[in-house]
């Protein structure tokens, strides 16, 4: 099955630095990367997903960078504010079978210093 | 209202009892997932199913059942086999397997 890693576990920066958060990937059968954001006693949402065919998305201060190569995909924050802080997964996948499953990665606790 | 409900938000049960927890969705999802999260740690995925009427287990599926009878509901069934299943609950759905998935507010189940 689909082994999920992602590094660092927690991250500490100063407002306005950038943070990057890698995901590493064991099936190279995936073809779907998203990455999904849970504030303190919230949902977990999107906020921003790639697929395959594509190495690179942006969207205002988030992107997320894909290397298929070395199963390996990344969310990058830049110029983070406060409101950042929160745990980020990953929860790559593909449709390998009909009735395959998406398994999230453990997390990433990111706190953002004022 | 469109989106993703659970219900009841908090949930109080005695050992040995079976427990449901509801999740309805006017999205038009095809997937819907169930997912146990517990303090600190990520999702874990109990079981999900794709298409009305199917199911498929998750990592962790025993000592919990669902059921999916119509597009819009996936109740997930608490038995009285499961070893620890005080923990925070999410629903979610997705238009189809490999899409974004939306997240319920969750059940906050405690079995004392």
């Known amino acids: 099955g689909e082994n999920v890693e992602q590094h660092p576990s927690t991250l500490s920066v100063q407002e306005g630095d950038s943070a990057v958060i890698k995901c590493t990937y064991s099936?190279?059968?995936?073809?779907?990367f998203p990455w999904y954001k849970q504030e303190l006693g919230k949902r977990p949402q999107l906020i921003i997903d790639?697929?395959?065919?594509?190495g690179e998305k942006k969207d205002q201060r988030i992107a997320v960078t894909l290397n298929k190569t070395a199963k390996h995909f990344s969310l990058h924050i830049t110029e983070t504010q406060p409101e950042d802080s929160a745990v980020y997964f990953c929860?790559?996948?593909?449709?390998?079978?009909?009735?395959?499953?998406?398994?999230f990665g453990p997390g990433t606790s990111l706190s953002v210093i004022p | 209202d469109g989106g993703i409900t659970q219900s009841p938000k908090y949930l109080f049960r005695k050992e040995g009892q079976n427990v449901t927890l509801s999740c309805e969705q006017n999205?038009?999802?095809?997937?819907m997932y169930w997912y146990r999260q517990d303090p600190g740690q990520g999702l874990r995925l109990i079981y999900y199913?794709?298409?009305?009427?199917?199911?498929q287990k998750g990592d962790i599926a025993e000592g919990y059942s669902v059921s999916r009878e119509k597009k819009e509901s996936f109740p997930l069934t608490v038995t009285s086999a499961q070893k620890n299943p005080t923990a925070f609950y999410l629903c979610?759905?997705?238009?189809?397997?490999?899409?974004?998935?939306?997240f319920g507010p969750g059940t906050r189940l405690t079995v004392t």
């Open positions: 979610a759905s997705s238009i189809k397997a490999y899409y974004e998935q939306y």
């Open positions: 999205l038009n999802h095809d997937a």
């Open positions: 929860a790559p996948g593909g449709m390998k079978t009909s009735y395959d499953k998406v398994i």
């Open positions: 790639i697929r395959s065919n594509v």
């Open positions: 199913s794709q298409i009305v009427n199917d199911f």
């Open positions: 099936d190279s059968a995936s073809n779907y």
